[in-house]
């Protein structure tokens, strides 16, 4: 069963990142993710694997799998692993890399001794302790400010006593519980929320073994169809539990939250890019009394833990299976635990060194590097995926030429963006005026189109698939596999009751879309 993680650690960057996206975020939550429900709903078979097995080729599998590697270091990880160390510096004032050392022995203990059991059976369990610490932090925050009647007012006031001269930088966004923002100078352009998220969702959802492998540990598709609801309804808690405190947390304390001298932030949390990312800490450290501030220590070492203990064990099943066991398809079991095992701490130890950088990206936003990490790398999956599904005409030289080109245009970007990191407050931006003019999210949909025409027009140069590569592998040979067939095992109850649940959601994600447009 697919159990919800908030989607484990990454729920707390996006409140981390509350001071400066806030109301953006919920809808990046509310409604883009539900695609993962969608395409369950659907019946359209969602793995790591499939375009290896819709392609007949080990090239397209074995690039997902170091792909999906690659975004395990740069995203999930070392992520995780800085936000995770973060709170409990704030917390507890440990040196920052003592903590990530004394969490990553924890996590590991676990997760290498019982696997994907363990992995799902302590996210079940952690999931009631983070949604009852959530609870209790949201109201106490609430009734600081008066209710959330007065939550725009508190936000728009939290001004930091240190300014930078001659700059705005310091000022809250007038559009901050505005989620459609102007196209082009717009923080988070609205055409970049609502599809190119979309596209980064697709990527999420249907592909990601992290994702994934929940779906696919169900014992029937009903379960997962069903279980996929039930993570849509609790997807939809974070606006409350998640952005909403974020947002307080700078209201009340924005010499710290949203600092923006440098010597005032390198004093508060230690980089000079900002203090964002200490929103929530400091939210808990303030507001909660002694006995419930150890509840919310708590809290977060569970959301960490299970984010982590996830993308060990995807991490490690990738290579093994779809990498190592390539080479040596003879290899034992024992063998490919012990190769499983190494390249989770070779994994580790990268993301690890790759936390100074991370400090300073993005302007030091964890959920904005998030994304815009992701923007670069997993369009050209998200267009491969979906022509895959939709389009019987795809072949394995369209698809495999596709996904190396958005690679190769991708990392372009990635490596000037690191090149030209975004300054500090007041400092002249001096990066070449085409990767500041073309927004990260805009660049993931011109680079899902540039992959789609790539798969589309190689695909119609070279002969088309065999039989076998489409037979049950595509939407519309789905739907005649099943026509052929007696619907014995279908359950019509839970069939009709995960479809009319599934408007229902969507129906209500439009509407508070609308509300806060």
């Not at 069963?1 to 109301?23: D, K």
């Not at 409990?88 to 696997?115: D, E, F, K, P, R």
Request: charged share 10%; aromatic share 10%; glycine share 6%.
């Amino acid at each position: 069963m697919y159990c919800w993680r908030w989607p484990g650690f990454l729920s707390l960057c996006t409140c981390l990142q509350g001071g400066e996206s806030n109301i953006y975020i919920a809808g990046r939550l509310l409604l883009a993710d539900q695609v993962m429900s969608v395409c369950l709903l659907f019946q359209i078979v969602t793995m790591p694997e499939y375009l290896g097995r819709r392609f007949g080729g080990e090239r397209i599998r074995t690039y997902l799998s170091v792909l999906s590697l690659m975004l395990s270091v740069f995203t999930k990880i070392s992520t995780d692993l800085y936000s995770g160390a973060l709170f409990v510096q704030v917390c507890l004032g440990w040196n920052l890399y003592l903590s990530t050392v004394l969490m990553l022995v924890v996590t590991a203990l676990y997760t290498i001794a019982g696997g994907l059991a363990a992995v799902i059976y302590t996210d079940t369990l952690q999931t009631f302790v983070m949604m009852i610490g959530a609870i209790i932090l949201t109201i106490t925050a609430f009734n600081k400010i008066g209710g959330y009647n007065n939550l725009e007012r508190v936000y728009q006031a939290a001004i930091p006593s240190k300014i930078i001269p001659n700059s705005s930088c310091h000022l809250p966004r007038e559009d901050a519980m505005h989620l459609f923002r102007h196209p082009v100078t717009g923080d988070l352009p609205w055409p970049g929320m609502t599809l190119g998220l979309t596209i980064l969702a697709t990527w999420y959802w249907c592909t990601d073994q992290v994702i994934v492998q929940r779906s696919l540990s169900a014992k029937s598709l009903s379960h997962a169809k069903g279980a996929s609801i039930l993570a849509s309804y609790l997807k939809m808690l974070p606006f409350i539990f998640i952005i909403l405190p974020g947002m307080i947390s700078r209201g009340l304390y924005p010499d710290s939250v949203g600092c923006v001298d440098p010597e005032e932030c390198v004093r508060v949390c230690g980089a000079e890019v900002g203090c964002s990312n200490i929103a929530f800490p400091k939210l808990v450290i303030e507001l909660m009394p002694s006995g419930l501030r150890g509840l919310m220590i708590a809290v977060m070492m569970a959301a960490l833990m299970s984010s982590l203990t996830s993308i060990f064990n995807s991490s490690s099943t990738l290579f093994t299976m779809d990498i190592w066991k390539k080479y040596r398809p003879h290899a034992s079991e024992r063998e490919l635990l012990l190769v499983g095992r190494i390249v989770t701490v070779i994994l580790v130890v990268i993301s690890v060194v790759w936390i100074p950088i991370l400090q300073s990206a993005s302007s030091g936003q964890l959920y904005v590097y998030i994304q815009s990490v992701t923007s670069y790398l997993a369009p050209p999956v998200t267009a491969v995926f979906s022509l895959a599904i939709f389009w019987t005409r795809t072949n394995e030289q369209g698809a495999f030429w596709g996904l190396m080109v958005g690679l190769v245009v991708g990392v372009c970007r990635m490596v000037l963006e690191f090149a030209f990191p975004p300054p500090r407050c007041g400092i002249h931006d001096d990066a070449p005026s085409v990767l500041r003019s073309v927004h990260y999210l805009h660049f993931a949909i011109i680079l899902c189109i540039l992959s789609a025409a790539v798969v589309v027009v190689i695909s119609l140069l070279t002969p088309p698939p065999t039989e076998e590569q489409v037979c049950n592998l595509t939407w519309w040979t789905l739907i005649e596999e099943e026509q052929r067939q007696i619907p014995l095992q279908k359950s019509v109850f839970w069939s009709r009751f995960c479809c009319i649940n599934a408007i229902l959601l969507i129906s209500v994600n439009i509407f508070l879309y609308a509300y806060y447009a």
